[in-house]
């Protein structure tokens, strides 16, 4: 089935402790982003990937690292999490533009307490 | 640069009928697509209908059909014969085709909620 993974789904942890949280398609895809979802903000770009090592900052990226050395991962990276960091979380993938969308992950909710 | 609008914050309708979803868009680019997800309470974003700048007729998927209309820049997605599954949250996307395409740029969202 094709899909992105992303995981954890959910995830509780204190200011400064570093995690990361994993994404990785099966679709050959070369295009791959994460978004952060705020109420009454809608979805919002944080790092995008247009292939492997090609890596750029989106609309929100300050706090976050991301990195593309496989071309079916794209792990998101928080070195030092702050509450202003809680949000619900989404990794993207996309074979390409025009009527190619982006599939989604199931997303993860992360609480930065 | 590309923008969204959605400015029906909530829309409460009638189980079985029919319910229009309001989006205008901004951009500069002569070719882009546009797209609107439907996301439950669980959280999934999920695909429902796609429409490019260049296609002639409007696009339809089942119960869900995007009202185009180019030159004022709106993209309406219409619900026919609703039911309670499609009480969800809907947004409306755009991407570029030639400029734009590493992103999705969203609405602020639409909570539609069906009611027996």
């Known amino acids: 089935e094709a899909q992105v993974t992303q995981n954890p789904r959910y995830l509780i942890t204190v200011t400064g402790k570093k995690l990361t949280v994993t994404c990785s398609q099966n679709?050959?895809?070369?295009?791959m982003s994460w978004y952060r979802q705020d109420p009454g903000l809608g979805l919002r770009q944080i790092y995008y990937?247009?292939?492997?090592?090609?890596?750029d900052k989106g609309d929100v990226p300050e706090g976050y690292k991301v990195s593309r050395k496989e071309k079916r991962n794209f792990p998101l990276i928080l070195e030092s999490p702050s509450p202003n960091q809680t949000s619900l979380y989404f990794c993207?993938?996309?074979?390409?533009?025009?009527?190619?969308?982006?599939?989604f992950g199931s997303g993860t909710r992360l609480t930065v307490v | 640069a590309q923008k969204i609008t959605q400015t029906q914050p909530g829309m409460f309708v009638q189980e079985k009928e029919a319910v229009t979803l309001d989006c205008t868009y901004d951009?500069?680019?002569?070719?882009?697509?546009l797209f609107w997800y439907k996301q439950p309470s669980s959280g999934e974003m999920i695909f429902l209908i796609y429409?490019?700048?260049?296609?002639?007729q409007n696009a339809t998927e089942g119960r869900y059909s995007l009202n185009f209309q180019k030159a004022r820049k709106s993209a309406n997605l219409v619900i026919s014969a609703s039911q309670l599954g499609d009480s969800a949250m809907y947004f409306c996307?755009?991407?570029?085709?030639?400029?734009?395409?590493?992103?999705?740029?969203f609405g602020q969202g639409t909570r539609l909620t069906i009611n027996p």
């Open positions: 429409q490019g700048s260049y296609d002639e």
């Open positions: 996307a755009m991407r570029g085709i030639i400029q734009g395409a590493q992103k999705l740029v």
């Open positions: 679709m050959n895809h070369e295009y």
């Open positions: 990937s247009m292939n492997v090592e090609v890596t």
């Open positions: 951009t500069s680019d002569q070719s882009y697509g």
């Open positions: 993207a993938s996309s074979g390409g533009p025009g009527r190619a969308g982006y599939t």
